[in-house]
Every structure is written in C-alpha cells, then in structure tokens.
C-alpha cells in the first residue's frame, strides 16, 4: 500500500462522519481510508500527476520555510477583489519550477481586535504597518516549501504592492502562527507550471475546472483538478499549530489510517534504543550533537516525542504489509511522522523529523530515526 503524505481530517469532516454515523471498527475505518486512498492515486496517475512529487507541499520541510503574507484588502488595487489581488501578487513572484501549498483567507477578530494586532506586532516583519480596519479586513496568503532567497525574493517584491503589509514567519511554532492560520482555506498546489485545484464531487474527474475567482491560467498556470472529496482529505496541507488536547478527529482518523488496530496515545510510552540514542547524541553527525543538543537525557528525548502527540498532526503514514518469502519472513508495522522543535540559547529553533513505529498492541512509539 501506498504512504499517505497527509491525511486531513481536521478540515474535513467525512472520515470521522462516516465513522461515527455507521459505527465502523477500527479495521473498517482502516481498509475504507486505505481504499479511497487508492482510488486518488489512480485518479491522479490519470491526470499525469506523480503523488510523491506533491510530498513537500504536503508535509512540512525542516530545511524549507513556510510564511503568512498579509494584505490590508482596503489598500488593494482598486476594482479589483481584495483576495485575488493579493494573491495574484504572490503567485506572480514564486519560482516556476517549484511545488507549494497556497492557502488563503482573512484573520478573524471581534470588537476587542488589539488581541490580533499584538498576535502580530510580536513575529511579524512590518513593511508599512498593521493599521487596518479589522482583522477580517486583513487578507493572508500563505506558502510553504519556500527557500530562504525565495522568501526573501517575494517579500522584496511584495513591497511595492499599495496592500502589502509584510509577513508573518511560520516556519517555527508560535501563538502568532496557530492564529494566522486557523482559518485559512487551501487554494491548491502550484506545481511547476501546474495548478492542482478541487472541483464539484458531482463533476467527473475526467474533467478540470477552477473553482476560484483567480485567473490561473493568465499566470500561465494550466490547471488539474480532483473531486473536493479527494482534494480535502489528501491534497490539503494543515500548517502545524499549537493545540493542547490530547486527542481529536485530525489524529484519531491519521491513526487509523495506517493501523488496523487502534490504542489512546496517552497510554503509550516512547522507546528509543540504547545504541540509538548514543549515537544521536554523541557521534558527530548525529542530529542531537549537531544541533547543540547532547545535553538531553533519553527520558527528556521520550517526553518530548510523546509531548508532540499532542498537537495533532502525524504525516507520511505507512501501512507496510510485506509477505515472507524463501530467504525472509514477513513484515507487518504501521508508521509516521513527526515534526519536531527544540528551542537554542541562541538564533532559531533546531527542528527535526522524527519517524516512528506505531506497536498499538505493545502501547508503544519506537523511534525509528531523527533526521
């Protein structure tokens, strides 16, 4: 079975519906998920479109960055819709032979908005200045998979835009972060010269239709798309956010996934070997010594990996069900992603994907690698 790059229950509500309404087991949930799973990639391989191309789009980069750019809609051009012209500004300055998530919507406030505005006066990197009306007068285009000379090259290029504002970076965790992005919608993926949009569940995937109100194909942008019912659980990235429960939709559905059988997180244990912790924090290149983290004993390593549970987000889940031949036996073992951040006395955070091994038998998380 194919890894599923993302899986996006948190926007879309259809798997956790589904499940509760019909009351499917864990092994219905598992062998549903994995089937419509295959019947996207089948559509997409249609299209001409390799899944594991879209992977850094969907997931998050460790050496990429993502960022929230922001547009005062009352200073966009005029006659023109305020969110198309934002965007239309972004789009005209990313690279033509890279692949991002585009998202976009407006901040959401209410009369008490200098709540919003200090959000933003304490990660933001002003250009002009936060003086609009409302926070839902304040228009976000977020990408992710950008390089530091891109980010750079678009902020550049934004400023002589009348509505540009500046840019919230969202490459690390941060309340600013979380809120920038609680209601952004997912235009699509800019692949290359390709834009990768969701159409109508009753229009056949045969066919591509934009949706939006942005001209694509002026950008010289040609445009693929899927059936939203695809479009939302698969092609749909989730910027990470700060959410403190233990447990929600987003997660209990990533689990099942990629697991037949299902145990509550908060039950498990986080096991890192011996031997790899060692070399994690002692040999030269391993990533912990690297990042200035040796100091960390293997139960504060442990804690930190369970900790992340919490915020909701596993990726690159993988389902392997490998037979046993005549020189080996046979493999079955769900696994996953994490991303990780550990903060540095000095400059950004070290961040680091972490691969686990999901045994919901023996309720534990073994560390795979840490890269």
């Excluded at 009352?74 to 033509?96: E, Q, T, Y």
């Excluded at 695809?230 to 990629?258: C, N, T, W």
């Excluded at 091994?357 to 840490?370: D, N």
């Amino acid at each position: 079975m194919s890894r599923i790059h993302t899986l996006n229950a948190r926007g879309n509500l259809l798997f956790a519906a589904i499940r509760e309404h019909y009351k499917w087991t864990d092994d219905r949930t598992f062998r549903e998920i994995q089937r419509t799973h295959s019947e996207f990639l089948e559509i997409l391989s249609a299209k001409g479109i390799s899944y594991d191309e879209l992977r850094n789009a969907l997931t998050p980069q460790t050496n990429k960055h993502e960022a929230a750019f922001l547009f005062d809609e009352h200073r966009c051009s005029p006659g023109r819709i305020p969110g198309v012209d934002a965007a239309d500004a972004v789009f005209k300055l990313l690279p033509s032979k890279t692949i991002h998530s585009i998202l976009g919507g407006e901040l959401i406030g209410d009369d008490r908005d200098q709540f919003a505005r200090r959000l933003l006066r304490e990660k933001a990197v002003i250009v002009k200045d936060l003086a609009f009306k409302h926070p839902t007068f304040c228009f976000v285009v977020y990408a992710n998979n950008l390089s530091s000379e891109t980010l750079s090259y678009i902020h550049e290029g934004l400023k002589s835009h009348s509505g540009y504002l500046g840019y919230v970076p969202c490459t690390y965790a941060s309340l600013t972060k979380t809120f920038v992005t609680m209601h952004l919608m997912n235009f699509g993926i800019r692949h290359k010269n390709i834009m990768i949009l969701g159409h109508e569940d009753d229009r056949p995937n045969t066919e591509n239709h934009n949706l939006h109100m942005h001209d694509y194909t002026a950008l010289g942008l040609k445009i693929l798309s899927v059936q939203l019912m695809y479009f939302g659980i698969f092609l749909s990235y989730k910027p990470e956010q700060m959410l403190l429960k233990d447990s929600d939709d987003d997660l209990e559905i990533a689990v099942r996934a990629m697991s037949k059988e299902v145990a509550q997180f908060s039950d498990f244990t986080v096991f890192i070997e011996d031997n790899k912790f060692e070399y994690l924090t002692t040999e030269k290149d391993g990533k912990l010594a690297l990042a200035g983290l040796a100091h960390l004993t293997k139960a504060e390593l442990e804690e930190a990996v369970r900790a992340k549970m919490r915020s909701s987000y596993l990726y690159s889940l993988d389902w392997r069900d490998v037979p046993a031949n005549g020189t080996s036996a046979g493999y079955k073992g769900s696994f996953f992603n994490i991303m990780l951040e550990f903060p540095r006395e000095v400059g950004e955070p070290e961040r680091m994907t972490v691969a686990l091994e999901y045994q919901p038998t023996r309720k534990v998380l073994r560390v795979v690698t840490m890269t």
